[in-house]
């Protein structure tokens, strides 16, 4: 299964010139700022940039793009992407989920044609499926998680390596922590 | 008199600091990827060992930081990162992370790291584990103590008697700073 | 395995060994239109169907004629395609022409009043504030005839022209009507919006000119009976970007699957290869696998349902092997424009089916 950071590590390494990363507030946007500065290629200058032309002279550094006013600047992208063809590490987008740069994005074919599967929104690969991973949980171990954590404080399972691993996991998917 | 109130004190110290490091909304994920892109870039794992380290939410109430099944180890069920080159333990050692955090406050709730491989000298096999949990198990505070590490052969043993090492209060990535150091000094922070 | 070389976006020039001629020759075919003169050509189909790629094949294939010097423009390298007047067009193709007619293949240093020399070899026209096209039709028409007199042979000018599809539907008009007013001199075929060329506020315009479409390549039976050549040609794509070390036996069924799931869209191919590599390059496997090439195709799903509106799948599902006539024109342009909605020719018909990937999941599985 798809999951964020490899998603994130494969467009950071893929020889795409543009990709998008959709980020769904400001806190997190600086939290995958960072994370893919630490998913760059290692010895590939990473350099945050707020518009375009700060962007242009670095084709070999992997750009970090976080413009101010989202819409113009996929508008400005969309009529300036050729200058961008040649770029031998991607610049990332910036978009804010529901904001207006991703509704200008439908408007602009030709900029969404070079960015199909070259998009991450990282969150929504984060979310997992409840349901189906209580599911699992309870054909591996045989109990829900509530009742796996409760047999744990209680001190009826032992501590084995799996079964320390299995109580976090029933922590991630029990009630509130 | 058995004082029973100090190792209460020492756990209520222990939830207290996860409490404030959560005040300060720290990013646990990017913290052990700081740690896990030195190691790649130092040829002691995989250069997308960082990409394999990633984040599960359930429901916006709690997030997990884990092996993806890209990792290209396995221990305890779970995948794992595989660790060549350091100094005491032969190749293919293993590292195993597992983090959860309140998904809101991003307080850690509970997390495993641990190590475990053969001495690269003498083939016997080593493990260390840190584990934490926020709420009480088992024994009291003296036998089970919230954050507590377990040293040994076999991560499995379950054998008498269960030996829970209490251990100083330490946010995850250092606990991952402490075991790498542990099993190759030129990893000393 | 180099999957970077596959560089979806990016069209081949003419003359290229990378270049795989289509099933149907479409480059080939537009420029033995253009030398019986049966122009102007409106070239349109959707994103990534390799529109830019067979303008510089037909360029090519032009040039091979003794009679006919042929040029292909990218528009968008000179101008700011939301921006454009008729002045800065004709600067663009005039000064370009003026440019590449003195190089080294031909060598001609064309003489032109000084007046006009400037004009095309200055600034863009509308940074300097000019916008009266007449004087920048003027210069365009010099150097053309100019070259006709000075390049005895070649007694035909062919431009062949990139970008229009960026402009905005009402400066591609402005832009074609300029082309339209140059036609006894020079033929031209030009990629357009598909805006321009459907519905009846283009019939005048569409009256004037021919429209060329760059259709998908069909990679299944439904949409025509070339389907085996089309996946073929996107293998060929691969096997000649890859190179010839790579093992491309063992990605035989992989490759299938991926070009059904494009819906025969070259690029989408390509991206669909291209990310199925990555996904494998991050769970370290030299050869991916089927997971890798699904977690390729969520990828594409996702990006193309982000570019849905409401009502788009379920207008799609009720069109899916008709015409597509019955939906509403900005709908249907808006969806074919995207690729979202895929034309083909079946039997002589036009038929419309939407993208695969958006399909239900099983629906590929069908026809690999």
Known sequence: MRDASGALWKLAHTKTPIGLVIYSDYEQRNELITELELLAPSGIQVLRATTLDEARPHPRALVLLTPPDEGATVLELDGRREQFVDRQVPLLLFLLRGGEGLRVLADAPGLASWLNGSEVEPERLQNIDGAAEIKTFIERTGKSPEAWLAAYEAGEISETFENILLTHRARLLGGTP | ?189 | ?368
């Open chain 3, 1 to 368: 395995m180099d999957w970077k070389a596959l560089a979806p976006h990016k069209p081949l020039e003419g003359g290229d060994p990378l270049h795989v001629p289509r099933p149907l020759g479409d480059g080939r075919r537009l420029a033995s239109m253009m030398r019986a003169g049966l122009g102007p050509f409106a070239v349109a189909g959707p994103v990534g169907s390799g529109k830019s790629t067979e303008i510089a094949t037909a360029t090519t294939e032009l040039n091979l004629d003794t009679e006919l010097f042929a040029v292909d423009l990218s528009l968008d390298q000179f101008l700011n395609m939301r921006e454009i007047t008729g002045a800065d067009l004709l600067w663009a193709i005039g000064g370009s022409l003026f440019e590449v007619v003195a190089r080294p293949h031909l060598q001609l240093q064309l003489e032109l009043p000084d007046e006009e020399r400037s004009r095309l070899t200055g600034k863009c026209p509308s940074h300097q504030g000019h916008l009266e096209s007449g004087p920048y039709r003027d210069a365009f028409l010099a150097v053309v005839r100019e070259f006709k007199k000075k390049a005895l042979s070649k007694s035909q000018v062919a431009i062949l022209l990139d970008g229009l599809e960026k402009c905005p539907e009402e400066k591609a008009r402005i832009a074609v009507r300029t082309f339209l007013s140059l036609r006894d001199e020079v033929e031209f075929a030009f990629v357009v919006p598909p805006s321009l060329v459907i519905g009846p506020a283009n019939v005048e315009l569409l009256s004037e000119l021919r429209v060329f479409p760059i259709r998908p390549v069909p990679v299944i039976e439904k949409q025509g009976a070339h389907w085996k050549e089309g996946r073929q040609f996107l293998a060929d794509i691969f096997r000649r970007r890859m190179g010839k070390d790579t093992n491309v036996e063992a990605l035989a069924p992989l490759m299938e699957t991926a070009a059904i799931s494009s819906g025969g869209l070259p690029r989408t191919f390509l991206q669909l290869m291209r990310d199925m590599g990555g996904y494998a390059t991050v769970a370290n496997r030299e050869l991916p696998t089927r997971e890798d090439l699904d977690n390729a195709m969520r990828d594409q799903a996702d990006s193309l349902r982000r570019l849905l509106r409401d009502g788009d799948m379920q207008v799609m599902q009720a069109a899916d092997g008709s015409d597509g006539l019955e939906i509403p024109i900005e709908r249907r342009v808006r969806l074919l424009t995207h690729g979202l909605l895929l034309e083909n020719e079946v039997e002589d018909r036009v038929i419309v089916r939407m993208h695969p990937l958006l399909g239900p999941p099983d629906w590929i599985s069908l026809y690999a």
């Open chain 2, 1 to 189: 008199m058995r004082e029973k109130g100090t190792w209460e004190a020492r756990d209520t110290a222990i939830r207290k600091g996860f409490e404030e490091l959560g005040a300060k909304r720290l990013h646990h994920g990017n913290e052990l990827r700081v740690r896990l892109k030195m190691l790649a870039d130092r040829g002691f794992c995989a250069g997308q060992a960082v990409g394999w380290l990633t984040q599960q939410n359930r429901d916006g109430r709690a997030s997990a930081f884990v092996f993806s099944a890209n990792a290209d180890g396995q221990a305890g069920g779970h995948p794992a990162l595989q660790l060549n080159n350091l100094k005491s333990l032969d190749e293919g050692a293993l590292l195993t992370v597992v983090v959860v955090v309140d998904q809101r406050t991003t307080r850690v709730v509970s997390f495993s790291i641990g190590i475990q491989g053969k001495g690269r000298a003498t083939q016997v096999p080593w493990y260390a584990r840190v584990d934490f949990t926020d709420a009480r198990a088992g024994q009291g505070p003296c036998g089970h103590p919230l954050l507590h590490c377990h040293v040994g052969q076999n991560p499995d043993a379950t054998g008498e008697p269960e030996v829970r090492v209490p251990h100083a209060w330490m946010k995850p990535a250092e606990v991952l700073d402490w075991l790498l150091a542990t099993v190759d000094p030129s990893l000393e922070p």
